[in-house]
């Protein structure tokens, strides 16, 4: 089963519009980190954010913002009033602590087209 | 230089030819990481080293094989590859392995193999 989902392949907006990238993620830990990346088309993973589980606190970052929900198990991201250079693809992932490793579980990635 | 960096960016190989990739990290990490990137698939993780000792080989053929001489570097040795192994390869680190704390992942731009 798919640890974690990105339902949306693809999206495209108009410049300016908000958008918001969904994530579901299945984990039966009690702890463990969920994380958003951005892939621009240099190829790079760029980290945008870190959250641990124990921290329902929605957080804000200029024109990003990230909305936690346990209960729901989702990790939404909102890119307010975007731009061209959002263009890019965006990916989840999740990571379980266990004795042995880092086991990160991405995503299959989110391809968002800004149109100017 | 900062982050993580990755020699070549860009590679083309015939299947009989053998070819190394080259990642350093300038972050301090020990823990790295060699991902599979595929057009249309989920980024595929390879080997997990930490600490210089490899932790992890997710079924990974024989074709492919890791070197880490050390926290900073760590090699992938290409030989007689299949042209299905075109892909963007991606090179990561985080602070370590078995912290409990799900430490980020720091991605380098990935070299873009193209196997004829």
């Known amino acids: 089963a798919q640890k974690v989902t990105q339902a949306q392949t693809e999206i495209s907006v108009v410049e300016k519009e908000d958008v918001t990238l969904d994530c579901v993620y299945e984990?039966?830990?009690?702890?463990?980190?969920l994380f958003w990346y951005k892939q621009p088309p240099s190829g790079e993973l760029v980290f945008l954010i870190r959250?641990?589980?124990?921290?329902?606190q929605n957080e804000i970052s200029g024109r990003y913002s990230w909305n936690f929900q346990k209960s729901t198990s989702s990790f939404n991201f909102t890119i307010t009033a975007s731009q061209v250079v959002d263009s890019a693809v965006y990916f989840c992932?999740?990571?379980?602590?266990?004795?042995?490793?880092?086991?990160?579980?991405f995503g299959t990635g989110t391809s968002l087209t800004v149109i100017p | 230089e900062t982050g993580v960096t990755q020699t070549p960016r860009h590679l083309v190989m015939g299947m009989t030819n053998k070819k190394s990739l080259k990642c350093e990290q300038h972050?301090?990490?020990?823990?790295m990481y060699w991902y599979k990137q595929s057009a249309k698939k989920p980024l595929e993780l390879m080997f997990v080293?930490?600490?210089?000792?490899?932790?992890e080989n997710n079924s990974v053929p024989s074709r492919f094989s890791p070197e880490c001489p050390n926290s900073s570097h760590l090699f992938l040795h290409l030989h007689t590859l299949q042209p299905e192994d075109s892909a963007l390869y991606l090179c990561?680190?985080?602070?370590?392995?078995?912290?409990?704390?799900?430490?980020?992942?720091?991605f380098g731009p990935g070299t873009r193999l193209l196997v004829l």
């Open positions: 990561a680190s985080s602070q370590k392995l078995g912290s409990g704390r799900g430490e980020t992942q720091y």
């Open positions: 984990t039966r830990d009690t702890t463990y980190y």
């Open positions: 959250r641990n589980s124990f921290d329902e």
């Open positions: 992932a999740l990571s379980e602590v266990s004795n042995t490793g880092n086991q990160f579980y």
């Open positions: 972050l301090g990490h020990n823990a």
């Open positions: 080293y930490n600490f210089k000792e490899q932790t």
